[in-house]
Each structure stands twice: as C-alpha cells, then as structure tokens.
C-alpha cells in the first residue's frame, strides 16, 4: 500500500488569504485525486491528475501533479468559509483509493 | 452525476445488537463496491472489497465475521456489524465503481453512515 503524506494536518486561516496543501509520497502514481469533506458527508472529487508536470484550475483551487508523478499539491486563492473542509488526496491501490491523512482546513470570515 | 445512497444516515443501538447498513447506485451498476470506516478526525480507511455475487475481500484486522458484508446485485450492498461494541462507532462510507459507459472505473462516494453503539 503507497503511503500517501499529506502537510499540513490542520490549517486555519482569515477569509481573502492564500494557501497550499501537499500530498507526497516515495511512490509513483499513476493518477491521483483530491477530495474535500465536509463534517457528516462522504467525500467528494475534485480533480483527478494523471499526467505528470500536469496543472489543473477548478475555479480558485489549482492542483499540480510533480513531473515524477510521486506528488501533488492543491492551492487555493483567496480562500472562502465555503472552503472549510477536510481535503484529501487518494491514489489507486488496486480497484479500491488509498487516503492520505487529510488536510483539516478551517477559513473564517 | 452519479448518486449512491446510504441507509440508514445515522443509527444508535445497544451494544450487542446488530446493524445492517445499506449502500446502493441509484442510477448505474456498480462492478465493485467498497467500504471504509473513519474515525473523528481520522481519513477513511478501507475495510472491504466486495463484487457482485462473489465473498467479500477485507483488509488486514478486519474481522470478516464482525463485518458481514453482502452484495447481492449490481446496485446493493449491505454491511452488517454484528454484536456492536462502544469500540465500533465511527462514520461507515461506501462508495461504488461504475461499470459501462463513460463512468467506468470511476469511484463515487455514497454520504456516509454514523453509528454510535452505546
């Protein structure tokens, strides 16, 4: 099973600032995805990066994929209440998804 | 998109009794199903594998008879913790891989299940 590391583990923030988010691991993938979780709900995709060196823009969040396929990152831009939420990476281990720890982020007005 | 369901959302019971959870596609077959387990401020953990008419695959220190898990058709399967303990309450999510058509090999995530066994 690929350990997926995810930094930091809590992030809490003011309303309008910036903030990065990092899923590493010693493994290569060939694809990996994030997800964010509100409290009392399943997980819900984000983005699914599959090539490497790729840069993907959902609105105000940007996930890269490393060249070397063995890392990612999600950044969001003038993050927003609304993005308070645990956000998770997960990588294939067969048919079923490998979490990492998640990134528990809490953005307050 | 794609909607798996849950059944109950939320269930209390006594310790020692039994609770069945079900997990359903609403609107694709679903190859392959799976269960994962998450504990307050935990990620999800997965707990089992299970396809359509064959046994279950669960993960190492899952026990396999403490958690009965049937997949009886393309678009049900159900988890059943059997004589619940105080130690078995957490958040239970499934979540279904779409089979056929543009869906295939995609995994969606049914809203989770809280049991609190007192």
């Known amino acids: 099973t690929q350990l997926l590391e995810q930094s930091p583990q809590f992030l809490s923030i003011q309303e309008g600032e910036n903030l990065t988010v990092y899923c590493n691991s010693s493994s290569v993938f060939s694809s990996l995805q994030w997800y964010r979780q509100e409290p009392g709900e399943g997980p819900v995709l984000l983005v699914t990066?599959?090539?490497?060196?790729e840069v993907k823009k959902l609105k105000r969040l940007t996930f890269q994929f490393g060249d070397a396929r063995k890392d990612s990152s999600l950044h969001i831009t003038a993050a927003q209440p609304g993005d308070t939420g645990l956000y998770l990476c997960a990588a294939n281990s067969g048919y079923a998804l490998n979490f990492g720890k998640g990134t528990s982020l809490l953005v307050t007005p | 998109g794609a909607v798996v369901s849950q059944h109950p959302s939320w269930v209390i019971c006594k310790s020692g009794t039994s609770v069945k959870i079900e997990c359903r596609s609403l609107?694709?077959?679903?190859?392959?199903m799976f269960w994962y387990r998450q504990f307050p401020k935990q990620s999800l953990m997965l707990m089992a594998t299970s396809n359509e008419g064959s046994k279950a695959t669960y993960e190492q220190g899952v026990e396999k008879d403490k958690f009965l898990i049937n997949h009886a058709s393309l678009t049900l399967s159900t988890l059943t913790v059997t004589s619940a303990h105080p130690e078995d309450s957490s958040f239970y999510i499934c979540s279904a891989r779409a089979r056929g058509g543009a869906r295939t090999d995609t995994q969606y995530f049914g809203p989770g299940t809280r049991l609190t066994v007192l």
């Open positions: 609107d694709f077959q679903a190859t392959t």
């Open positions: 990066v599959v090539t490497g060196g």
